[in-house]
Each structure stands twice: as structure tokens, then as C-alpha cells.
């Protein structure tokens, strides 16, 4: 069936630095969804992408969409520690029916 | 807060028992969505319902079923309940009829089964 690959599946930083997570796809996606699941807690909506090569900016956090749309990219400069938690991406599958979730990847960030 | 509402919290059982979780959309919302998180398989869709109907089935298991009811409140069954069955539940809302919809998430049921 559809799948997403998200990587790495695990990520420590240091408090400061840069932080990326990468979700690929092998076929072509309608558009991708962004989430943070806090230690304990729940997914909560970042941000959807639709476009080929969109890009949008939350304050500290960049999210890509390739050209080709198989691909994104959520990128935090200058983490802090409220950026623990495990970032999914998520794309609408093929019927259109429901959402495929990569299987996450996790930041911990020590100061 | 997301608006969505899920009970119990957290559910103990033992194998071979039935289990049923709750959920309230947020207001407006049609669609509810449920989903199961367990640390080896991440995050699975098992069923979408909109309006009243099942509109979607994901990696859902004969074992389990679900409904929503006409105040859009859904329950998910679990029955014949396995030790893998213990996992993190959540269910999840949107105005959407599609799947691409912006989703909004409850706190989760956490169920263990012994």
C-alpha cells in the first residue's frame, strides 16, 4: 500500500542548533501535512503544503515541498527545548479517502 | 485543546474482554477519524465516518468496528482483546468529507491489556 518514509527516526541536538526531517514518497503526493506530538500528548496540525515547491515559515520552522511533490522537508533553525517531540508528516492517500503517516521522527534537544 | 473529547483516559482490561472508547468532535466537524499508535508501528488509520456513514476503512481488524452516532459522537468496539492490542487510541476530527482535511486530535485512550 501507499507509504511515507520519514527520516531519521531519531535526532539530538544540541539546544541551538538546526534540526531537519525528511518524508518521502514513492508515488506522487496531492499535497502533504505537517504534525507535533509533544511527549505525552496528542498530534497537533502544523501546516499543510499543496503546491509543487511551496515553501512556508512558522517563525523558526521551514517546511518544503519538492518540485516533483514526493518529497518534504520540515526544518527548525535554532532549536529550543520546547521543540521536543515527535514530528509526523502526513500525505492524503490515493483515493483521497484518508491520511498516511510517516512514522515519525523524534527530536530531543539537551541545553 | 483541540475540541475533541475522548474517554476513558486510560482503560485496563484483560484478554479476551470488550472495550468501548469514546469520542466527541469538535463542534461542526463531521468527519471523526480513528486512529492506533503503538510504539512499533507509529501511527495506523483504522476507520473514518462521515456524517454517520463509514466513509474510509484503514488497517482496521475484524475484532474491532465503530460507529457514529446521529450527535456525531463516535464509539470504537474493541473486542476479543489481545495483548497487542495495547496501544494508544486517538480519534480525530475534521470538516471535512476527504481525508486531506486538516485533522484535530483528541488527548487519546490509553488501553492495556493483560
Known amino acids: 500500500g501507499q507509504q511515507v518514509m520519514q527520516i531519521p527516526q531519531y535526532q539530538h541536538v544540541q539546544e541551538g542548533e538546526d534540526f531537519t526531517t525528511y518524508c518521502n514518497s514513492s508515488t506522487t503526493l496531492s499535497n502533504i501535512q505537517w504534525y507535533k506530538q509533544r511527549p505525552g500528548g496528542h498530534p497537533v496540525f502544523l501546516i499543510q503544503?499543496?503546491?509543487?515547491?511551496e515553501v512556508k515559515k512558522q517563525k523558526r520552522l521551514t517546511f518544503q515541498f519538492g518540485e516533483a511533490k514526493k518529497n518534504s522537508s520540515l526544518h527548525i533553525t535554532a532549536t529550543q527545548t520546547t521543540d521536543v517531540g515527535t514530528y509526523f508528516c502526513?500525505?492524503?492517500?490515493?483515493?483521497?479517502?484518508?491520511?498516511?503517516f510517516g512514522k515519525g521522527t523524534t527530536l530531543s534537544v539537551s541545553s | 485543546d483541540s475540541g475533541v473529547t475522548q474517554t476513558p483516559k486510560h482503560l485496563i482490561t484483560a484478554t479476551g474482554q470488550r472495550v468501548t472508547l469514546r469520542c466527541s468532535p469538535r463542534s461542526g466537524d463531521l468527519s471523526v477519524y480513528w486512529y492506533q499508535q503503538s510504539l512499533d508501528q507509529g501511527l495506523q488509520f483504522l476507520i473514518q465516518y462521515y456524517n454517520g456513514e463509514e466513509r474510509a476503512k484503514g488497517n482496521i481488524l475484524e475484532r474491532f468496528s465503530a460507529q457514529q452516532f446521529p450527535d456525531l459522537h463516535s464509539e470504537l468496539n474493541l473486542s476479543s482483546l489481545e495483548l497487542g492490542d495495547s496501544a494508544l487510541y486517538f480519534c480525530a476530527s475534521s470538516v471535512a468529507l476527504a481525508g486531506g482535511g486538516t485533522q484535530y486530535f483528541g488527548p487519546g485512550t490509553r488501553l492495556l491489556v493483560l
Open positions: 502526513a500525505a492524503t492517500n490515493q483515493a483521497g479517502t484518508a491520511l498516511i
Open positions: 503544503l499543496v503546491k509543487s515547491g
